[in-house]
């Protein structure tokens, strides 16, 4: 398994409240720090291993996530909202609260397809409904139609803004900091791979392992 630093800084971008969410990955290539989704927990059955890092800031009411992926093999089979798509080329956050047994898992597709919910445990999920996932403002440089899977070299990004109120936070006393990480996927892709910020310490692939989730300050 592969060490990286598990704490990261959330810059305060006041102003991001003002950027159409299409311009918002440019905007924090310029004014934060690249962290690496770099973990191959289980290297021997998945070596695999596209290049995805992403920048991370906060307005006053939300999060923002730009991820930037490239590697071999593009899919996106998946448009509902909550169908499966960690099947196809994917990124995903997870956080929760410190004090907190419940987390949230946000997975998106390369097509702004989002499977996400609430759960103490992995078998007892709450779905967001469709009114809750169309308050996450999300673009994709995919586009947003379905595709089955295709062959080549594909650099993409997904750029995506998750409201505090959403995940329970009040944006007016944010804490100071939540725990979380961050996942690359491709669970039905030609090159299966399961990669992660924050080091995971199973037999096989679990992303909801709240156990391993590192550090994320607000700043």
């Known amino acids: 398994m592969e060490g990286i630093n598990n704490e990261i800084n959330v810059r305060y971008f006041p102003q991001l409240n003002g950027i159409n969410i299409e311009e918002v990955g440019d905007f924090l290539e310029l004014e934060t720090e690249k962290y690496s989704i770099a973990c191959r927990n289980w290297a021997k059955e998945y070596p695999y291993h596209p290049v995805t890092v992403f920048t991370v800031g906060r ?70 409904s469709d009114e809750e996932i169309a308050t996450i403002m999300r673009y994709a440089s ?54 992660s910020w924050a080091p995971i310490d199973t037999p096989a692939p679990d992303f909801h392992r709240p156990e391993y989730f590192g550090r994320i300050n607000f700043i």
């Not at 995903?92 to 946000?106: A, C, G, I």
């Open 59 to 128: 307005s006053d009411s939300a999060i923002f996530i730009d991820y930037f992926v490239r590697g071999n093999y593009l899919r996106a089979v998946n448009y509902k909202n909550n169908s499966p798509v960690s099947e196809d080329s994917c990124v995903e956050f997870f956080m929760k609260l410190p004090e907190s047994n419940e987390y949230w898992n946000f997975e998106f597709n390369c097509i702004c397809t989002v499977n996400a919910s609430h759960r103490v445990k992995r078998s007892e999920p709450t779905r967001l």
């Open 142 to 195: 995919c586009g947003t139609r379905p595709f089955e899977e295709m062959e080549g070299v594909f650099a993409w990004n997904l750029t995506v803004a998750i409201p505090f109120k959403l995940v329970g936070i009040d944006a007016s006393n944010l804490p100071k900091y939540i725990l979380g990480n961050f996942y690359k996927c491709g669970a039905k892709m030609s090159l299966p791979h399961y990669l």
